[in-house]
């Protein structure tokens, strides 16, 4: 859908848009600035290139809108101050390399023009909390213009109480609706989860999918992600994958009965923090068994929508339990929930509704 507002020239500093390997703000990114070039807005994804991501690239020339790489923070200024200076909004994301520096410099060069988006807002005040971050410095909060978080509800009045920030926004995840829908393949995963691992979400990965596996050893399960220590001895009945390009994430979800959804513990204690899988998950028609945190209900209904679980015992009630046309039916109503509420489109219509009002507030100023 085209803006109906004059074209904003949009730059955005981010961990990465050309790597998803290890990180989720990849496949924000791609939807987001897709969105907004299709819009009709201007967008300049600027890029730290570093070797990590340098060896995993699934996406190196994204076909919308301009990406670039740069080196360090010199070149950065060097070969891109006349963008910054130029542009109707600057975003800096969060986990950017030397984003605290970055960030001094986009709010001097772009004075009423600097948002941070931040992708891991529970782990961030966990950071400003100790004396900042890597990337985010506590008095640099008050410094933007307007903080876009992945975590909405209380966390945002937080923001403004206590560091200052002059406008907190809920900007949440979202899915690709043009790469996450149904399709008729063999559902040969009865559960099965995607996640990088973090020590503190592999507890409830354990009581939620790996205990149900060895409970019921006719069962089909399956986990995707990088980093998991090579010493977890998984059931012989758990497939793993270190890592799956979202090429491949659609047709993951279309081949389980149900997926998991496994929150880290900064995000349950902050509450309002869904993650781009349920919203993936959702797109596809997949059921849902999630653990619990405040706010879920706020985007997908319990027992009618999602469902959620604190056991193994109630997982596994799930999976061999429910009818299937009671469990296809909460896989379609999430769908149906989430395409009218949660995809890149719809961010890219809030966001450049949060960029129009700084622009009308520097106008009147």
Not at 345 to 362: I, N, S, Y
Request: aromatic share 10%; glycine share 10%; proline share 7%.
């Amino acid at each position: 859908m085209k803006s109906q507002g004059a074209p904003l020239r949009i730059v955005i500093l981010g961990l990465s848009i050309t790597s998803s390997w290890g990180n989720g703000h990849a496949t924000t990114y791609r939807g987001l600035v897709r969105e907004l070039v299709r819009r009709g807005h201007d967008v300049l994804f600027l890029e730290r290139d570093v070797p990590w991501y340098a060896g995993h690239r699934d996406l190196p020339n994204p076909p919308f809108g301009r990406t670039a790489l740069y080196a360090d923070l010199a070149e950065l200024q060097r070969k891109h101050a006349a963008q910054v200076a130029e542009a109707d909004l600057v975003i800096v994301g969060s986990f950017v390399p030397d984003g605290v520096a970055v960030g001094d410099w986009v709010q001097s060069e772009a004075p009423g023009r600097s948002a941070f988006y931040d992708i891991d807002t529970p782990v961030t005040l966990a950071g400003l909390a100790r004396g900042g971050t890597a990337y985010l410095a506590p008095r640099q909060v008050a410094g933007y213009d307007i903080y876009l978080s992945f975590t909405g509800g209380p966390t945002l009045g937080r923001l403004e109480r206590e560091f200052g920030s002059p406008a907190a926004r809920v900007l949440y995840c979202s899915v690709d609706a043009e790469l996450y829908y149904p399709e008729e393949v063999a559902q040969d995963c009865d559960l099965g989860y995607m996640g990088t691992y973090s020590d503190d979400r592999q507890p409830t990965l354990e009581a939620l999918l790996i205990s149900p596996a060895r409970q019921w050893p006719r069962g089909r399960f399956e986990v995707a992600g990088a980093q998991y220590p090579g010493g977890i001895a998984w059931p012989p009945n758990l497939r793993y994958t270190a890592h799956l390009p979202p090429a491949q994430h659609r047709a993951f979800y279309n081949r389980q009965r149900f997926t998991l959804n496994v929150t880290r513990a900064d995000m349950i204690r902050a509450g309002w923090s869904p993650s781009v899988r349920i919203f993936e998950a959702a797109a596809c028609g997949t059921p849902i068994i999630s653990d619990r945190w405040d706010g879920i209900e706020s985007l997908l209904v319990p027992g009618k929508e999602i469902f959620l679980a604190d056991t193994a015992a109630e997982v596994l009630r799930l999976l061999r339990g429910l009818p299937d046309d009671e469990r296809r039916a909460a896989g379609e109503r999430a769908r149906r929930r989430i395409l009218s509420e949660h995809t890149a489109a719809h961010r890219a219509a809030e966001l450049e509704g949060h960029a129009r009002t700084l622009l009308r507030m520097r106008e009147t100023a």
